[in-house]
C-alpha cells in the first residue's frame, strides 16, 4: 500500500484546510484510515482515524467539533476536514492505513505541512 498526501499548507487562525489522502495498490487489505501529526519537539499523536468497513470514526479531544474525517466511496481515499484551524494545530500531518489481520501493520504517507498563523 502507498499512500499520497495533499492539502497541507499556511492558513490563518480560524481558517479551514482540507487534507487528503490516496491509497494505491493492493487497498483491499485496508482495515482504518487516519490521521497522525506531530509538531515540533513533540511527540507523534493521533488526530483522527475511520474504519473502512462500517465508518466509524473517533477523533482526539482537542480537534473534536473542529476536524471531521471521512473516506471516499471506494474506501481507498481518506479526507480530514479541518475547520477552526489554531496556532497549535500545527504540525506535520500524516496519512496513515492499517491492516488489522492477520496482524496489525501500518502504512505510512510522507507527511503534509499544517501551519496556522496568529
Known amino acids: 500500500v502507498q499512500l499520497e498526501e495533499s492539502g497541507g499548507g499556511l492558513v490563518e487562525s480560524g481558517g479551514s484546510l482540507r487534507l487528503s489522502c490516496e491509497a494505491t495498490?493492493?487497498?483491499?487489505?485496508?482495515?482504518?484510515m487516519g490521521w497522525y501529526r506531530q509538531a515540533p519537539g513533540k511527540q507523534r499523536e493521533l488526530v483522527a482515524f475511520i474504519t473502512t468497513g462500517i465508518g466509524m470514526a473517533n477523533y482526539e479531544d482537542s480537534v473534536k467539533g473542529r476536524f471531521a474525517i471521512s473516506l471516499n466511496n471506494a474506501k481507498d481515499a481518506v479526507y480530514l476536514q479541518m475547520n477552526s484551524l489554531k496556532p497549535e494545530d500545527t504540525a506535520v500531518y500524516f496519512c496513515?492505513?492499517?491492516?488489522?489481520?492477520?496482524?496489525?501493520?501500518?502504512?505510512w504517507g510522507q507527511g503534509t505541512q499544517v501551519t496556522v498563523s496568529t
Open positions: 496513515y492505513a492499517r491492516e488489522w489481520a492477520p496482524q496489525i501493520k501500518d502504512y
Open positions: 495498490s493492493s487497498t483491499d487489505v485496508i482495515d482504518q
